[in-house]
């Protein structure tokens, strides 16, 4: 029986990793259908929205049964109560992705990005696909260290929303309102994805630790690869 209570617990974390991979590689191809106009990419993005909520839901049932079942305490309650915080950031990070590929959808055949801005928008989904290849391996490998690191990484994301905005308020913007009004939803969309990839990441850190990352000092943090449960064997996210 506690075998197959910590294979659950693991089956967990592997859905978390599933969704997390999922949620990458729809805003990258959200990024690359509202820069090239792709209305079949935007469309395919739209549709795969419905795995990760699916996922999202499974994982919630599995989750809200082990609690109801075993009643976990210690480490193995902490993973499953951080488990179901983490699905909610992940889901609305696809949510996220999902409105890039609407906005591309909604403008399409013409294109929501002016030229001017086209590498910038660029530089914001690959970054938001990088924080959330490593929120993926935060979770798989329960690396501390490197989950702290992802705050700092979100630095460049707010530094690219700023260069997005300061195109917006400069005298010389010539696309007009509602171009305007489609770059300001879209520097917004890109910025909350990399903060939920971050949120994850925190959350990690606090399945593994039992603290909260804002009151963790990265250079007094020793990588951790595993959490142990109450047995003294491993436990997944």
């Known amino acids: 029986m506690r075998d197959a209570y910590h294979e659950e617990l693991d089956s967990i974390g592997d859905g978390l990793v599933e969704m997390a991979r999922l949620v990458g590689s729809a ?6 259908a509202i820069l090239d106009s792709d209305l079949k990419l935007a469309e395919s993005v739209i549709e795969a929205d419905k795995k990760v909520d699916e996922l999202q839901h499974d994982l919630e049932a599995r989750a809200i049964a082990l609690l109801a079942r075993q009643q976990p305490v210690a480490t193995d309650l902490r993973i499953v109560v951080t488990s ?3 699905s909610a950031d992940l889901e609305r990070s696809g949510d996220l992705a999902q ?5 591309a959808r909604l403008r399409f055949p013409d294109r929501a990005v002016p030229h001017d801005l086209h ?3 660029l530089e914001m989904g690959q970054l938001a696909q990088r924080l959330m290849a490593k929120a993926a391996e935060v979770i798989v490998t329960k690396d501390v260290d490197l989950a702290l690191q992802l705050e700092t990484d979100d630095d460049e994301m707010d530094l690219l929303h700023r260069t997005l905005f300061q195109h917006l ?4 913007w010539k696309h007009g309102i509602e171009t305007a009004v489609d770059v300001t939803l879209l520097g917004r969309y890109y910025e909350r994805f990399a903060d939920h990839a971050v949120a994850v990441a925190k959350r990690v850190v606090f399945l ?3 603290e909260h990352a804002d009151d963790l000092q990265q250079s007094d943090i020793q990588p951790v690869t595993g959490v142990d449960g109450p047995d003294g064997g491993r436990s997944g996210a």
């Open 119 to 121: 590498a910038t928008i």
């Open 84 to 86: 179901l915080r983490m």
């Open 169 to 172: 308020i400069d005298g010389r």
């Open 208 to 210: 593994v630790t039992g």
């Open 99 to 103: 409105h890039v590929a609407k906005l």
């Open 27 to 32: 805003i990258g191809r959200a990024t690359t």
